[in-house]
């Protein structure tokens, strides 16, 4: 049977989302059939992962639309979506117009600092890009309490990361690729945090005149397009999936690179 036929926008957000599972899957940042990731369509729809396949198993033509209200416009699968999964990603999606991608996990170092009365702290590269720039959810239960979306959204604020206490990580972005690199960082973050609290030995503690330029960097970046474009087209050449060039803005003579 012949995929269906598409606009070429909605292909790629597929291509995209699709890809992102994959990539979560082989860099260990799944579970299970729990968690997701969504993609905004145009006319207030997104897309969700059919709820029973595992990350690494989802394809672009198994991903589900929903709208707005939860209701299933097209379900390949059969399987329907994770209930939990549509109270955080119709929240989000609802308030911000911005985002295009929610991305939500339970890594085991994202669990573990969300546990951490101290959340994260700015000590590496990889976290100084989140500081003043990350909201922090009390855990409320599995969330399927469709009255929580108020509260998430008001602690995720303006912000593109959430850390969900005693539960997970958050990201957001304009773009899929935005949110994945955004969720990798973060769990990096986390994962080196634990590593350099495990050894016993002082934290080296960044300024706050050090971590603001640090994020403003980081703002920048994110702003340019262009670093984005090539960090996603890296990732998508993991999978052996090679997507075409983007316009994207010319680098600033200062350069925008982070390295």
């Not at 509260?151 to 899929?176: D, E, K």
């Not at 980081?218 to 960090?231: I, P």
Request: glycine share 8%; with cysteine.
């Amino acid at each position: 049977m012949s995929a269906p036929t598409r606009p070429a926008e909605e292909q790629a957000i597929r291509r995209d989302l699709a890809a992102a599972y994959r990539l979560m899957a082989r860099d260990g940042m799944d579970d299970g059939i729990s968690t997701h990731i969504s993609a905004r369509l145009p006319g207030e729809r997104f897309l969700l992962n059919a709820f029973g396949l595992r990350f690494e198993e989802v394809t672009a033509d198994s991903l589900v639309t929903v709208d707005a209200e939860g209701e299933v416009l097209d379900d390949p699968t059969g399987l329907g979506i994770n209930p939990a999964g549509f109270t955080i990603h119709s929240a989000i999606h609802a308030a911000r117009p911005d985002v295009g991608c929610v991305l939500h996990a339970h890594t085991v170092a994202g669990v573990a600092v969300s546990c951490l009365e101290e959340g994260l702290l700015p000590l590496n590269q990889w976290a100084m890009q989140f500081h003043q720039r990350i909201g922090y959810h009390d855990y409320e239960g599995i969330a399927l309490d469709l009255d929580e979306r108020r509260r998430l959204v008001a602690h995720l604020g303006s912000h593109n990361a959430m850390i969900m206490r005693q539960h997970g990580l958050l990201t957001c972005g304009n773009s899929v690729g935005d949110a994945f690199l955004r969720m990798r960082d973060l769990e990096r973050s986390c994962q080196t945090q634990l590593a350099a609290q495990a050894t016993g030995q002082p934290l080296r503690h960044a300024s706050l005149e050090l971590c603001d330029h640090v994020a403003n960097q980081y703002d920048k970046w994110n702003d340019s397009d262009y670093g984005l474009e090539l960090a996603w087209r890296a990732e998508l050449r993991r999978l052996g999936i090679e997507a075409p060039a983007q316009p994207h803005r010319a680098q600033e003579a200062t350069g925008s690179t982070v390295a």
